[in-house]
């Protein structure tokens, strides 16, 4: 359904495994344990190229209701959250695939930062987790993609979907998060140690998600093969060899104008 609904430049599905507080050394002041009910177990992962993108998108069918109202069927708990422009960014990417399509290349995780207190200033911490963060992280050899990206603070949910709800079940609620690809998992520990003393003056919380898989369903504005016909499909589609079922052609007949993305948005508008 994402794929249907115009306005996205990439989307992607993140699936997690529980938090792994085994991964640091202790932290003083930095908790790295996470209460059960409170770790999410996929996380969906969107970005729009401009304001008018996310009108469109917004204000499609497809995104304002259908999505919305089948969202019960498969989800018990759901948070939407809409970050301000260019407030996140990759800092380096070595990985450099950009369609991901279930494991990841090179262990990867989700990591969520949660403020010290719950009145602590926005910005400042925003500064803190971009500059004295993930910035230094990024320049660890073993650092092979990360990507920061500040959260407003929680509060009613920008997606709203009827039957599911939207309230924390803590009170530490997380202010960022940094997506993060190593080349062995002793790097995160190395990571944190390194900015210790930093970190431990504006954040309260580190929780640490494995991403199992990855799907990828718009990239560049437009759908791809997993995100049109679903990952399984697309397993079946090579293990058989049946390169035609990616065509162009044969994608337009089975699903018309929306292969075409953004493109088809542009044209429109």
Not at 26 to 46: I, L, N, Y
């Amino acid at each position: 359904m994402f794929a249907h609904a115009p306005g996205l430049w990439r989307y992607r599905q993140l699936r997690l495994a529980a938090n792994r507080s085994d991964l640091y050394r202790a932290v003083p002041r930095v908790s790295f344990d996470a209460p059960e009910a409170a770790q999410p177990q996929g996380m969906g992962h969107g970005l729009f190229l401009s304001e008018a993108d996310l009108a469109a998108f917004g204000g499609n069918p497809v995104a304002r209701e259908t999505i919305p109202n089948d969202a019960h069927n498969f989800i018990g708990r759901i948070g939407a959250q809409l970050s301000a422009p260019g407030s996140g960014g990759t800092l380096v990417d070595r990985v450099d695939e950009p369609e991901v399509q279930g494991p990841p290349p090179a262990p990867t995780f989700v990591l969520c930062f949660a403020p010290r207190t719950e009145a602590a200033p926005v910005e400042a911490f925003h500064r803190h987790l971009t500059e004295r963060v993930a910035r230094p992280w990024s320049e660890h050899p073993g650092v092979l993609r990360l990507r920061v990206e500040p959260l407003p603070p929680y509060g009613r949910s920008a997606m709203s979907s009827p039957g599911v709800p939207h309230r924390w079940p803590t009170d530490a609620t997380y202010l960022g998060w940094i997506e993060l690809a190593v080349r062995n998992e002793g790097v995160v520990g190395d990571l944190l140690a390194g900015v210790a003393d930093e970190l431990a003056e504006q954040v309260g919380a580190v929780h640490a998600y494995p991403v199992r898989e990855i799907y990828t369903i718009i990239s560049a504005g437009r759908p791809t093969t997993v995100g049109l016909r679903g990952y399984p499909a697309v397993q079946a589609i090579d293990a058989a060899g049946a390169d035609e079922q990616r065509s162009e052609a044969v994608l337009e007949l089975l699903f018309g104008d929306a292969v075409r993305g953004l493109d088809r948005l542009r044209r429109r508008t």
